[in-house]
């Protein structure tokens, strides 16, 4: 190629939160050399955040894990090794696994930083090839039980707005998300509504005083776990004030009565008691929310909990009771906390989903996608969720598990059972960028994955736009591309289970198009969306049927939902209490977040020094009344301890922080703590719809450590 065209440009997507931002990569042959934002990517038309704007320094060579090594027994060290000898040893393990004990006695954990094309094919493979539902991801971790409330409540997972809504609304409504670090750059979006429309109301529900909470008209500092009583209260408001759309509400809405009867009790005088805040506010943030047009952003606050599904519901309810779906600025719209948690949704890459949004539990759905991969059936038994999975391996039920992209050891709760779990494992293969993750020491078989920059496929970003991942440069060493991997290892697999190799794709715009297939008719259909399209008209919003031009920017628009009854169902829930309570020996409510700089378990950002510039270490943040209680000063060494465990780290006061509460981040894992991390503290206790850890949660209690 000619000298004079470096650096070549290459448009690709951020690999780090769902806002789903466009970059533009600089590179030459083999080097990242830079990154900026793509001016014609609709969610970010070239701005950046400091995580998406430092992307080019997270993936050096020297910081990858380059060959493919292998140990035999448990004591020994692995060693390099090559493809063919690491693909026929990992078929041969599970093949005998398989032979004695069931296609159920092996699993897989994948990842929603996983491309769509890479999800489509790991879920093939363990329910079309092997012939079991457990394949699960840490999506389960982020999103399920938004999921489950949007197919509770609407029908299908299918968030309705899209980012455009905020410069339509009249009132953001955000709950359980500091968007102001989370989602960055769809902060700075309602920043510059909010300028260009100062009469725009944000209201902001959180416990802590957060960034996003400091920019509120109204931060509503509920006390944690009280968010289903605030948004019974608040419907409560509205009925008795006469705020609701009764036509909306009869016309297009089922369960109404039920949901009545259930917030009569939730009065703004009980909602205040129980939520810690004044009765003027509740009433104050109905008026606002009713008023709208309303926008809904919420996340992990909502997700991640025994009840969220409970939580989502409840907030849905608000908008189905004011009308506020399917217009300009009204919507609820759930923020993904992964950059393809929506994507490996659609190719149904989880225990129990199937591709195109189908169900695992619905016959007819079985039997479709077993047309669709010609295979004869794919099994009823139910798969394994991420928490129930790593149980299982924990208990021995399954004996192998194949893990990609993703850190359990770090990111599940009960860090120290997820350990436990892995080192009982007969065999665990990990597929990995990055040597150094909390998860490699249990590792048999470790093999070098591509990543940012080097892989080629597409993700969907919060609002349901498909974007595409360009590789600007060859992955280095003997990495290879994580569809890759499954799809070689399915091909050793099937040889030796004398079945027919389903999985010889020979791109992934094959993979995609075989996905798009599957979609036709569905609510997600993208049967008319092709890489061609993406590549001469942008990224797009599904739905995008054969028959149109041009995604989708809302849904519902019509009053019409994907349900038997064609209207949505109205879900009524009561205030519960958290999965597990405070007590005179664990006595302070500890929540686990984000910050600014850093993303999930730091594998990627903590290679990164200009990224420890806003924190540079663990702390644990409380409010200064609880430190004088504790005698403590800020930067002392504390313990903090809850029934499972126990982390060394500094404490910091904090204004965000309300009395009896403590705030850690969860970036820091063990391979930067004294510790395990914060998910060593948590309970695994699951929502009973979505299965989704109470990851925000625990009871714990924090103790000045005497240093000898
Ligand atoms: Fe990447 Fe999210 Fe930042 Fe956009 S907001 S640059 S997607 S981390």
């Not at 703590?673 to 009871?699: C, F, V, W, Y």
Request: glycine share 8%; charged share 20%; proline share 6%.
């Amino acid at each position: 190629m000619n000298k004079q065209s470096w650096p070549r440009e290459t448009r690709s997507t951020c690999c780090y939160c769902g806002v789903g931002c466009g970059v533009i990569i600089e590179s030459d042959v083999e080097h990242i050399s830079g990154v900026r934002g793509d001016p014609a990517h609709p969610a970010n038309f070239g701005k950046l955040c400091s995580k998406g704007s430092t992307l080019h320094l997270t993936a050096r060579p020297e910081q990858r894990l380059l060959q493919p090594e292998l140990r035999i027994g448990r004591a020994d060290p692995r060693l390099p090794v090559d493809w063919d000898s690491a693909l026929d040893h990992a078929a041969e393990r599970f093949a005998d696994i398989i032979a004695t004990h069931g296609p159920d006695a092996v699993a897989f954990y994948i990842s929603g930083q996983l491309l769509t094309e890479d999800y489509y094919v790991f879920n093939k493979l363990a329910k079309g090839l092997i012939g079991t539902n457990n394949v699960d991801s840490n999506s389960r971790l982020c999103m399920s039980s938004a999921v489950s409330a949007y197919k509770l409540t609407l029908g299908a997972d299918a968030p309705p707005g899209c980012y455009d809504d905020i410069a339509h609304a009249g009132c953001v409504f955000i709950a359980g998300s500091n968007t102001a670090f989370a989602h960055p750059i769809l902060f700075r979006r309602i920043e510059d509504a909010r300028k260009a429309n100062p009469k725009q109301k944000l209201i902001v529900v959180d416990p802590r005083r957060t960034d996003t909470a400091q920019a509120a008209d109204l931060h509503l500092a509920i006390q944690p776990g009280s968010d289903v009583m605030l948004f019974n209260a608040m419907l409560h408001v509205m009925i008795w004030e006469g705020w609701c759309d009764e036509a909306y509400i009869a016309a297009h809405t089922e369960n109404f009565a039920a949901v009545r009867q259930a917030v009569q009790a939730a009065t703004p005088q009980v909602a205040a008691e129980r939520c810690g805040i004044s009765v003027a506010d509740i009433v104050q943030a109905a008026r606002w929310f009713a008023s709208g047009p309303t926008l809904s952003l919420y996340c992990q606050g909502l997700n991640q909990s025994a009840h969220g599904t409970d939580k989502n519901a409840t907030l849905i309810n608000l908008h189905l009771a004011t009308g506020q779906i399917g217009k300009p600025g009204a919507a609820p719209l759930s923020l993904t906390g992964q950059p393809n948690a929506m994507g490996g949704r659609e190719v149904g890459g989880m225990a129990n989903l199937l591709s195109g949004h189908r169900d695992l539990a619905n016959p007819q759905h079985r039997a479709e996608v077993a047309a669709l991969w010609s295979v004869p059936s794919i099994p009823e038994r139910p798969g394994k969720t991420a928490v129930e999975l790593f149980d299982a391996l924990h208990c021995g039920e399954i004996k192998a598990v194949w893990i990609a992209c993703t850190n359990p050891a770090h990111s599940l709760p009960d860090a120290q059972k997820v350990r436990e779990a892995l080192a009982h494992a007969e065999f665990v293969v990990v597929q990995e960028a990055f040597r150094d993750t909390d998860t490699v020491p249990f590792v048999d078989l470790l093999l070098p994955a591509s990543t940012w920059g080097e892989k080629d496929g597409t993700v969907t970003n919060s609002e349901r736009r498909i974007s595409r991942v360009r590789a600007a440069v060859p992955p280095p060493g003997e990495a290879r591309h994580d569809w890759q991997i499954a799809a070689e290892f399915g091909q050793r697999l099937a040889q030796r289970l004398g079945k027919s190799a389903l999985l010889g794709y020979p791109d992934t715009e094959t993979i995609f198009n075989e996905h798009r297939a599957s979609t036709a008719k569905r609510d997600l259909d993208i049967s008319g969306l092709s890489y061609a399209l993406l590549e001469e008209a942008g990224p797009q919003q599904w739905p995008l049927p054969a028959s149109a031009n041009a995604g989708t920017a809302r849904l519902y628009a019509d009053g019409r939902y994907p349900t038997p009854s064609g209207k949505a169902r109205f879900h009524a829930a009561t205030d519960l209490p958290l999965a597990e309570d405070t007590d005179a020996r664990y006595p302070l409510h500890l929540n686990t977040g984000r910050l600014r700089d850093q993303w999930h378990g730091m594998s990627r950002t903590g290679k990164t020094g200009r990224l420890f510039s806003h924190v540079d270490e663990p702390l644990l943040s409380m409010h200064t009344a609880d430190m004088a209680e504790r005698q403590l000063a800020n930067g002392d060494i504390i313990e903090v301890t809850s029934r499972r465990g126990a982390l060394v780290l500094r404490v910091s006061t904090s204004t965000e922080m309300s009395t009896g509460q403590a705030f850690l981040p969860m970036h820091w894992g063990e391979q930067f703590m004294r510790g395990l991390g914060a998910n060593a503290l948590i309970e695994g206790a699951t929502d009973p719809h979505s299965k989704q850890p109470e990851l925000k949660h625990a009871a714990v209690q924090v103790s000045k450590l005497e240093l000898p």
